[in-house]
């Protein structure tokens, strides 16, 4: 997921009891990767910054171009979002 100058991962796992968890996280530089660099990386990815890594899904708010993460008093606002890559695992 892209901003016009950040790009983002959201990585869906599971912890201990088998529970969904999303984390999110800065992608480090990131105009130096390329796609070849996305297909051949490990999910998720280790060079990152990682903003939460506990989320659920209903702290996920959906836009038609942004995201916002609601957690705690201050909701993060990532936009505008320019550009999304699925990756499979």
Known sequence: MET???R???ARYTDQNYKQIY???IVKN???KDNNY???AKIPLDDVEVLYDD???KELEWGTSALR???????LV??????FKFRPI
């Not at 993460?69 to 909701?75: C, I, K, L, Y």
Request: charged share 20%; proline share 6%.
């Open 78 to 83: 990532i936009e505008p979002l320019v550009n």
């Open 23 to 25: 984390r999110l996280a």
């Open 30 to 32: 990131a105009h130096f």
């Open 38 to 40: 996305y297909q051949t």
């Open 4 to 6: 016009k100058t950040t």
């Open 8 to 10: 983002f991962e959201i």
């Open 55 to 57: 989320l659920i899904w």
């Open 69 to 75: 993460v609601s957690r705690g008093e201050t909701p």
